[in-house]
């Protein structure tokens, strides 16, 4: 069922719900966008038009790439390619500045009052996890780690951290006034308590991080997961030596062809690993025979 009385159709909803499915996802999954809406059925007094609000819950994390910096842009323009045709001009705009608006969590500098007030709410119901009760924010912790898997530990401790300061050095964590003084004590004690369980790793860690995104034994019946894994090793600084990779990527029993329909095919697989892949099997003639021969090494050796 359309949520909201939204329009939007019951294939538009289907597409979506696809979406959010998607394997790379632990957090932004549709789970989020019930919570979301939830949120705006209890707080709904708030908001003075709730069409742009629930056009923008469903999907301003539609296009969710974690190695992309246009998600939001993508998103909204997601948004106008399904539904933009049903929607009035006004509410389109007013959906596409909210979604946009998530990339940096601030209230767009343009629009009316109860455009701007609106967009408070969605932007607060947004980060309502930062308030939640701590299993809750403890279990959102741990699945936003689990999206960038593809980042080594020195690096994502440092940049989590940084972006979980960044929040906490707001003066007004949450733009609206009303659910700034229910949530903003709760959400502050939540993000000291993640700062301070982010580790100190090292670059030993990193290192055994990388090696264990790569696995040397041969293992029969990898899956697609696998060559995600493999090339998503292969996309880190400092990452495995082209050799090793390709022979990792051997042993999940692709040829090139199949491993570039795998690219293609397989939800979760970025643009910048789709293009290293394509470098590691670097289509001239003298590489393609170089990585069947690796692959029939493999073969035999297992």
């Not at 974690?66 to 539904?83: G, H, I, K, M």
């Not at 940096?104 to 119901?125: I, K, N, Y």
Request: glycine share 6%; aromatic share 8%; proline share 5%.
């Amino acid at each position: 069922m359309v949520p909201h009385g939204l329009p939007l159709d019951e294939g538009a909803l289907a597409r979506l719900k696809a979406r959010y499915g998607e394997p790379h996802r632990a957090y932004h999954t549709w789970t989020h966008i019930e919570a979301l809406l939830a949120g705006l059925a209890a707080h709904s007094s708030l908001v003075s038009d709730t069409t742009p609000v629930g056009l923008a819950i469903l999907y301003h994390d539609a296009v969710y790439d974690p190695l992309s910096a246009t998600n939001e842009e993508d998103s909204a323009e997601l948004l106008e390619e399904e539904v933009g045709a049903t929607l009035d001009v006004e509410t389109l705009a007013a959906t596409r500045a909210m979604i946009v608006a998530t990339a940096g969590h601030a209230l767009p500098s343009f629009g009316t009052e109860s455009f701007r007030a609106d967009c408070a709410v969605f932007l607060d119901l947004d980060l309502s996890i930062f308030a939640a009760p701590r299993p809750e924010f403890a279990a959102y912790h741990e699945a936003v780690r689990m999206e960038y898997a593809h980042v080594t530990p020195t690096v994502y401790a440092a940049a989590r951290r940084d972006v979980l300061k960044g929040f906490l050095a707001r003066e007004r964590l949450f733009l609206s006034p009303a659910l700034s003084s229910e949530w903003d004590w709760r959400a502050r004690a939540n993000l000291t308590w993640a700062i301070s369980r982010l580790p100190n790793p090292t670059a030993a860690d990193d290192l055994a991080y990388r090696q264990a995104l790569l696995p040397v034994d041969s293992v029969e019946g990898f899956r697609r997961t696998r060559v995600h894994d493999i090339v998503r090793a292969a996309c880190m600084p400092d990452g495995p030596a082209r050799g090793d990779v390709l022979r990792a990527l051997a042993r999940t029993g692709y040829d090139a062809t199949g491993l570039q329909r795998v690219a293609a095919t397989t939800p979760g697989f970025g643009r910048e690993e789709a293009v290293r892949l394509a470098e590691l099997l670097a289509l001239g003639s003298d590489q393609t025979q170089n990585f069947g021969n690796v692959m029939q090494e493999s073969r035999n050796a297992g």
